[in-house]
């Protein structure tokens, strides 16, 4: 038998593929919107949104966003059972 | 009784503390390095947490980061962008990481890299571009931590004993604890940092404006290039607009970077599980957000207190200028310290660790006991926090010069982990020779401004350099054995 450690991927179903497909996606994608060319589109100080420059209110919106998509990965993870030591949290 | 005692006492007490938590939290661990370095690989997910955070709560956020805010404006929110995607990376290969190093026994980074291409050479390359990267970073929160003191007695501890007092009660913990200690640190300074950074980002913007939005109005209405300060890519260090390319390029650099800083690397075997690894990774953003409240402390001194040299030294300016109680005063002194410590600790940790296993045992030593090794550790330790100390309080040098080289030599080790896990044709001389290539272009780029195109940070280019090299070279030199290759690379 073969006990090679094994990655995670080589398991995986179709479906499971396409949502880690569309997180890295997601990722890039907000790498890129925080650089030339996409972020000067943002890169504003009015109008004042939460009190903080549009520019800022923007990333910080970014960092709320992503923090959100992490999460429902890590459960949707959890609950489909391709995490390793889920009962140990 | 005088306000400066006050302010003294405060931060004394918050060192013992730190102190006592640092010595009492090494009882558990086991006596192997194993135990010492990665904690025998059983921490959860509270101190993972933490850890990690102290990454963003370094001398630096706390007193560059109101100072770029002050004095760069808009350039500033680039700190806070890397730091949205800097960690991501590890959600994806961290378990296959932690996987290989619970079952091939590794403890750093290089130990990884070492094994899956074969080389004692690439090990001891990689301990000394790491070395490189950190000696400047530590020297940085060293540098820290002597002003703070210096600031807190009103020059009664000079910096240099004020910097001596600090990391000797860092050394005797982590001497004593090893990984344990500077989990524990961490998460006792990380509450409190967390505490004093969004109660002092919310409360000077409303004592001084009335409030946030106020702040940011009056700034716009009566602040000479308003509109430059508060809009991306905001001004580069001589008061000028920063260009694009340079403030794009430093996200991309702190971004690709921050997930390879080899102490923190280090940390993904220390994890318990692959859920509290992934956990630790998507709470991240909790610590983060954290800059924001840092940086309006910055952006409160810009009509309040303008001129003020160095910019770093706004937040104390402000804080002086108030009239708090020494209390108070004393309590953002400590938290300033544990901001430099919670940084400093994991560096020298981690850099006595590294020179020992990957530098020193792998070129000389094969036949390390396991008792000896730990006991290199430790004083390789006291060694490194010595060499920083002397850059930080004795050699006129000016440091800084090696810190803008650090992201940039820290970025080149990116390839060679694209190489372990996605490139199975990669050779050893491929990934070495582009590792040397990349850091020469880096120095090249760094001491030869006008090579610069845009802006550009000299990583950057280092980074294209060494991925053309390692391809080439490694498509000319012999493959790897199949056998070998295949229980790294991705399929």
Not at chain 2, 443 to 468: M, T, Y
Request: with cysteine; net charge positive; aromatic share 14%.
């Amino acid at each position: 038998m073969d006990t090679r450690p094994r990655l995670q991927s080589s398991k995986l179903s179709a479906p499971q593929r396409r949502v880690y497909a569309a997180a890295t996606i997601y990722f890039v994608v907000v790498f890129a919107a925080m650089m030339w060319p996409i972020y000067p589109w943002f890169a504003r100080a009015r109008p004042l949104l939460l009190g903080m420059p549009f520019g800022l209110f923007y990333l910080a919106a970014l960092v709320v966003v992503s923090f959100g998509v992490a999460l429902a990965l890590f459960v949707w993870e959890l609950r489909s059972g391709v995490i390793a030591g889920a009962d140990e949290r | 009784m005088e306000s400066w005692v006050v302010v003294s006492a405060v931060t004394m007490g918050y060192l013992l503390l730190s102190l006592a938590v640092g010595l009492a939290s090494g009882r558990g661990s086991s006596k192997t390095t194993e135990g010492y370095v990665a904690g025998d690989r059983s921490l959860g997910f509270l101190v993972m947490y933490f850890i990690m955070g102290a990454s963003i709560f370094s001398a630096f956020a706390f007193l560059g980061g109101p100072g770029w805010a002050y004095s760069r404006g808009a350039a500033a929110f680039y700190i806070l962008s890397y730091g949205t995607v800097g960690l991501i990376p590890w959600y994806f290969f961290g378990p296959r990481v932690a996987r290989l190093g619970r079952q091939r026994g590794y403890v750093t980074q290089a130990e990884l890299f070492a094994d899956r291409f074969q080389s004692r050479w690439l090990s001891a390359i990689l301990a000394l571009i790491s070395l490189l990267a950190f000696l400047p970073y530590l020297t940085l929160q060293m540098q820290g931590a002597g002003y703070v003191f210096e600031v807190v007695t009103e020059g009664r501890v000079p910096a240099w004993l004020g910097a001596a007092i600090a990391y000797g009660v860092v050394l005797i913990y982590v001497y004593g604890s090893g990984v344990m200690g500077v989990g524990w640190t961490n998460t006792f300074q990380g509450v409190f940092m967390m505490v004093l950074a969004w109660g002092l980002g919310l409360y000077l913007p409303w004592r001084l404006y009335g409030g946030v939005g106020a702040m940011f109005e009056a700034i716009l209405e009566r602040a000479p290039r308003a509109t430059e300060m508060l809009a991306a890519p905001g001004l580069d260090a001589a008061g000028n607009p920063w260009t694009w390319g340079g403030y794009s390029s430093a996200i991309a650099v702190s971004a690709i970077g921050f997930s390879l800083w080899p102490h923190y690397f280090m940390k993904i075997y220390t994890a318990r599980s692959e859920a509290v690894l992934k956990k630790t990774i998507v709470f991240y953003p909790t610590f983060q957000i954290f800059l924001i409240p840092i940086m309006f402390i910055g952006f409160a001194g810009i009509l309040a207190h303008p001129g003020v040299t160095p910019a770093d030294a706004i937040l104390p300016t402000i804080l002086m200028s108030m009239q708090l109680p020494a209390f108070v005063v004393g309590l953002f002194c400590a938290g300033a310290l544990a901001a430099s410590m919670s940084t400093g600790d994991a560096i020298v940790h981690a850099a006595g660790s590294i020179m020992i296993r990957d530098f020193y045992r792998a070129l000389f030593r094969p036949s390390l006991t396991d008792a000896q090794e730990t006991q290199l550790i430790r004083i390789v330790v006291i060694l490194i926090a010595a060499v920083a100390y002397y850059f930080a309080v004795v050699s006129e040098m000016s440091i800084v010069l090696l810190l803008l080289l650090s992201y940039g030599f820290l970025v080149q080790i990116a390839p060679v982990l694209l190489a372990t896990f996605f490139w199975a044709r990669a050779t050893a001389p491929g990934v070495i020779a582009g590792l040397l290539t990349g850091v020469a272009v880096v120095v090249l780029f760094d001491r030869v401004p006008s090579l610069q195109w845009q802006g550009i940070q000299p990583g950057i280019f280092g980074l294209v350099a060494n991925l053309v090299v390692l391809v080439f070279v490694s498509l000319a030199t012999k493959p790897m054995a199949e056998e070998h290759v295949r229980d790294f690379v991705v399929t």
